[in-house]
C-alpha cells in the first residue's frame, strides 16, 4: 500500500486532532494545503515507519528544500482512500538538493474546492492516528546533515541550510 508524506503544521489542526467532529479551521487549509497550480507537493513511499531508512530519505529531502532548519510536521496519507475519495497523484519530479529521490515526489493534482475538502479531512483523520511524527529542529538538521554529500548535494542547499550544516 503506498503512503504520501506531506508537511503540515499540526499546531493548526489541533482543533481537529482533539475533536474528530470539529470542522476544519481556514488556517490549517490555507497553511498546510496550499496549493501552486492546483496541486498539491506529496512524496510517495511504501512503508510506514518513519524511522525507516527510506522515510528518513523522503523527510531530509523535504526539509532540505525550504530555506532553513525548523520543527518539522509530516503526515502520512494513504493513496488509494485519496483516489477512491477523486483525488488522484500524478508523478511529478522532486526539486529536492537530494537528487537521489526526487523520483519518489508526487503531486495531487486538480484540486478544487470539494477535493481540498477531502484532502483535509484526511489530514486530519491521519493526524488523530499515529500516522503523523514531530522532528525538532534538533533532529532535522541531525536528519540532513546525514545525507549531506551522501546524496544531498551541499551546494543545492539554500544559504540557511548551508551555515547550519557548516557548524
Same mark, same amino acid.
Given at each position: ?39 498539491? *507537493? ?19 529531502? @523535504?526539509?532540505? *528544500?525550504?530555506?532553513? +532548519? ?10 488509494? *482512500?485519496? /483516489? ?12 529536492? +538538493? =537530494?537528487? /537521489? ?11 478544487? =474546492? ?12 491521519? @493526524? ?18 546525514? =545525507? ?10 539554500? /544559504?540557511?541550510?548551508?551555515? /547550519?550544516?557548516?557548524?
Amino acid at each position: 500500500m503506498s503512503s504520501l508524506i506531506r508537511k503540515v503544521s499540526k499546531q493548526k489542526w489541533i482543533n481537529v486532532i482533539t475533536d474528530e467532529n470539529a470542522i476544519v479551521e481556514a488556517d490549517a487549509i490555507t497553511g498546510c494545503t496550499r496549493t501552486s497550480s492546483n496541486t498539491l *507537493s506529496v512524496w510517495l513511499t511504501d512503508d510506514e515507519d518513519f524511522d525507516s531508512e527510506n522515510n528518513k530519505k523522503l523527510i531530509a529531502a @523535504l526539509a532540505s *528544500s525550504a530555506d532553513k +532548519p525548523s520543527t518539522l510536521d509530516v503526515v502520512l496519507l494513504c493513496q488509494s *482512500s485519496l /483516489e477512491e475519495a477523486g483525488v488522484f497523484v500524478k508523478d511529478t519530479p522532486g526539486g529536492s +538538493p =537530494y537528487t /537521489e529521490v526526487n523520483d519518489r515526489h508526487r503531486d495531487l493534482i486538480n484540486l478544487n =474546492y470539494t477535493k481540498l475538502g477531502v484532502v483535509s479531512d484526511h489530514i486530519g483523520e491521519r @493526524l488523530r492516528s499515529d500516522k503523523s511524527r514531530r522532528l525538532t529542529r534538533k533532529k532535522v538538521i541531525e536528519l540532513v546533515r546525514t =545525507y549531506v554529500n551522501n546524496g544531498i548535494e551541499f551546494e543545492a542547499l539554500s /544559504e540557511g541550510w548551508k551555515k /547550519e550544516i557548516a557548524k
